[in-house]
Nanobody
Framework: QLQLVESGGGLVQPGGSLRLSCAASGFTLDYYAIGWFRQAPGKEREGVSCISSSNGNTNYVDSVKGRFTISRDNAKNTVYLQMNSLKPEDTAVYYC???????????????WGQGTQVTVSS
């Protein structure tokens, strides 16, 4: 069965850090672009970051540039989202997604995880 499982979410204070993990099973992430998305209550899902499969190209939504870093470890079949200097507005459920082809913050993805809650509050 093809699955993506997110982990690493939790409650942190503003300015804190979290590292989210997206682990794949049933397939290898080597050939897939991976995107991180988030959805806050009452808002549409937003593309946060993505990373391409064949090169190191990454993209970030403007609001997280300089604070978040996406990376992949193909040996572990896992993609990470390092989140630093967290702000209350980063609070959302974070999802990872995989697709063949180019990474995108707005495009279609083939596989989605169940999400992990990130809450930034003092």
């Amino acid at each position: 069965q093809l699955q993506l499982v997110e982990s690493g979410g939790g409650l942190v204070q503003p300015g804190g850090s979290l590292r989210l993990s997206c682990a794949a099973s049933g397939f290898t992430l080597d050939y897939y672009a991976i995107g991180w998305f988030r959805q806050a209550p009452g808002k549409e899902r937003e593309g946060v970051s993505c990373i391409s499969s064949s090169n190191g190209n990454t993209n970030y939504v403007d609001s997280v540039k300089g604070r978040f870093t996406i990376s992949r470890d193909n040996a572990k079949n896992t993609v990470y989202l390092q989140m630093n200097s967290l702000k209350p507005e980063d609070t959302a459920v974070y999802y990872c997604a995989a697709r063949l082809g180019w990474g995108t913050l707005t495009g279609e993805y083939d596989y989605w995880g169940q999400g992990t809650q990130v809450t930034v509050s003092s």
